[in-house]
C-alpha cells in the first residue's frame, strides 16, 4: 500500500533562514514518481517538482533543492535564505506506476516565514 | 492562456439538496481528477476519469458522481447522500494516462479550487 508521511505538521522560521521539510513514502513498487506541490493561502495547487524512481539525483532550482534517498524512502525539501512569499502549505505526494497515475498526498506542511 | 478553471470559488448548499461543482481545462489533457481537502489534512482521491466517456472511483467516491461527456469538461455532483460535504474541491488534470505496469505517469496540474459550505 503507498502511504506519504510529512510529520512536521508546521514549521516557523524567520526569512532568511534555510528550512527542510521532511517526507517518507511507503511503496511496494519499484517504478514510482514522488511530487513536491506548494499551496499558498489562494488555495491552488502549484506543482514544483517531479522524480521517477530511478532517477536518485538531488536536484537544485534557485532556491529550492531536493534530497531524494531511496535508502531512507525520504524526498526531503529545502528552501535556502527563505522569504515571506514562501509561507504556504507544501505536499508532498507519491504516484505509482500502473495505479492509474493516482497521486496520494501527505498531510502537509505548513511553513510560515516571518519577516 | 491554459489552465483549469473551476466555478464557482465559493458555494453554499443547503442539507438535501444536490450541487454541482465545475471544472474545465483547455490544455488537451486526457485525464481529470476530482480530489476533496479537509483542514490539516491532504487531499483525497474522489473520482478520476482517463478518457472521455470513461471514469473510476477514487479512495471517497461515496456521495459523490461525475460525469465525461467532453474531454475538456468532468463535474463533480456532491449528492445529499454524502454525509460531510463541506470541504474544498480540486479539480486537476494531467496529459497521460495509464494503462499498465509500464507506463508513466505524467504531472497533475490542479484548478483554483471550490470551497463548499453546507448550511
Known amino acids: 500500500a503507498q502511504k506519504v508521511t510529512q510529520a512536521q505538521t508546521e514549521i516557523s522560521v524567520v526569512e532568511k533562514e534555510d528550512v527542510t521539510l521532511d517526507c517518507v513514502y511507503e511503496t511496494r513498487d519499484t517504478t514510482y514518481y514522488l511530487f513536491w506541490y506548494k499551496q499558498p493561502p489562494s488555495g491552488e495547487l502549484v506543482f514544483l517538482i517531479r522524480?521517477?524512481?530511478?532517477?536518485?539525483q538531488n536536484e537544485i532550482s534557485g532556491r529550492y533543492s531536493w534530497n531524494f534517498q531511496k535508502s531512507t524512502s525520504s524526498f526531503n525539501f529545502t528552501i535556502t535564505a527563505s522569504q515571506v512569499v514562501d509561507s504556504a502549505v507544501y505536499f508532498c505526494?507519491?504516484?505509482?506506476?500502473?495505479?492509474?497515475?493516482?497521486?496520494?498526498f501527505g498531510a502537509g506542511t505548513i511553513l510560515r516565514v516571518k519577516s | 492562456d491554459g489552465g483549469i478553471t473551476q466555478s464557482p470559488k465559493y458555494l453554499f448548499r443547503k442539507e438535501g439538496q444536490n450541487v454541482t461543482l465545475s471544472c474545465e481545462q483547455n490544455?488537451?489533457?486526457?485525464?481529470m481528477y476530482w480530489y476533496r481537502q479537509d483542514p490539516g489534512q491532504g487531499l483525497r482521491l474522489i473520482y478520476y476519469s482517463q478518457i472521455v466517456n470513461d471514469f473510476q472511483k477514487g479512495d471517497i467516491a461515496e456521495g459523490y458522481s461525475v460525469s465525461r461527456e467532453k474531454k475538456e469538461s468532468f463535474p463533480l455532483t456532491v449528492t445529499s447522500a454524502q454525509k460531510n460535504p463541506t470541504a474544498f474541491y480540486l479539480c486537476?488534470?494531467?496529459?497521460?494516462?495509464?494503462?499498465?505496469?509500464?507506463?508513466?505517469?505524467?504531472?497533475?496540474?490542479f484548478g483554483p479550487g471550490t470551497r463548499l459550505t453546507v448550511l
Open positions: 522524480r521517477n524512481s530511478f532517477d536518485e
Open positions: 505526494a507519491l504516484s505509482e506506476a500502473g495505479y492509474g497515475n493516482k497521486l496520494v
Open positions: 486537476a488534470s494531467s496529459t497521460r494516462t495509464s494503462g499498465g505496469i509500464s507506463s508513466s505517469t505524467d504531472t497533475q496540474y
Open positions: 490544455l488537451n489533457h486526457d485525464a
